[in-house]
């Protein structure tokens, strides 16, 4: 049965003219792209749409009626195309003031049965609409909540939060000993310092490692070998709940950076120097 059904798709993917064939697959892909309005997406009038790049919004609108589609607050427009704008009328307006200022674009059909496009730029993204036009059901608006950002934001304030927590609680500063060499390629992310405390050890980088990519931290053994070692990333810092002779942060692939971290790296040079 399964054999009988593959042989049927195949045969009527072969006799499928070959110009039919990309505008089926495009066909296809809108159809999976389009976004309908729902029940549980319902905010009194107004459907609330969850944003995602490269999504079709359905808007159904009528004549004699306005349908708002309304932008995130602060946000504004670059441009706006409709694929028709000869049978819909497209216009735009803005409430509130200050940072709760908000970009309305106001959509009417001049007859029922229509359907249309909308392409809206804006200061921070690109809404793509599918209009379409009933005899008399039109939705009075729609919007859209924003999952991205907002995991961006929550990270950005956890990261912050972290940033701002003491980083090590009843240490003696005395206690700290910072007698530590760093050495090798010098990439962005080179550790400023390396200190501990005499049970565990701290790498210190500069601010930008927390936007950009961190290296791993590997422990050397007696015989030069490496291993991945336990570590936990607080603010810029590196915290390793031990103590290690050397140990080396590696990044890349072809052309690795590496930057190697040695115990009494400074005191061994000032002994090398006097002998």
């Not at 976004?35 to 159904?60: C, I, M, N, T, W």
């Not at 919007?143 to 009843?170: M, N």
């Not at 210190?204 to 050397?220: C, D, K, N, Q, R």
């Not at 590496?258 to 400074?266: E, L, S, Y």
């Amino acid at each position: 049965m399964m054999r009988r059904i593959i042989v049927t798709a195949c045969a009527l993917s072969l006799a499928m003219p070959a110009a039919a064939q990309p505008a089926a697959r495009v066909e296809a892909a809108n159809r999976a792209a389009i976004r309908e309005p729902s029940a549980a997406g319902y905010l009194d009038a107004v459907q609330v749409y969850p944003y995602a790049e490269g999504a079709l919004y359905r808007l159904y609108a009528a004549p004699e009626r306005v349908s708002d589609i309304m932008l995130e607050p602060g946000e504004t427009i670059t441009s706006v195309a409709a694929g028709d704008t000869l049978r819909w009328t497209v216009g735009d307006t803005t409430s509130g003031g200050g940072d709760t200022k908000r970009t309305h674009i106001l959509v009417k059909p001049f007859a029922a049965g229509l359907h249309t496009n909308l392409v809206v730029t804006t200061s921070r993204r690109v809404y793509r609409l599918q209009l379409s036009s009933t005899a008399t059901t039109a939705m009075t608006a729609i919007r859209w909540t924003y999952p991205a950002d907002e995991l961006l934001a929550y990270r950005k304030q956890v990261q912050a939060a972290e940033a701002a927590k003491p980083l090590a609680a009843g240490i003696a500063i005395e206690q700290l000993n910072f007698d530590y060499r760093i050495s090798g390629d010098k990439p962005a992310w080179t550790p400023l310092r390396a200190f501990d405390d005499g049970r565990q050890t701290w790498i210190e980088f500069p601010a930008s490692i927390v936007v950009g990519e961190a290296p791993p931290l590997f422990v050397l053994g007696d015989k030069g070998e490496a291993e991945l070692v336990n570590y936990r990333m607080v603010g810029r810092y590196y915290v390793v709940d031990r103590l290690f002779a050397a140990a080396e942060l590696r990044l890349g692939g072809k052309k690795q950076m590496i930057v190697r971290i040695t115990r009494g790296g400074k005191t061994a040079r000032r002994k090398g120097r006097g002998a």
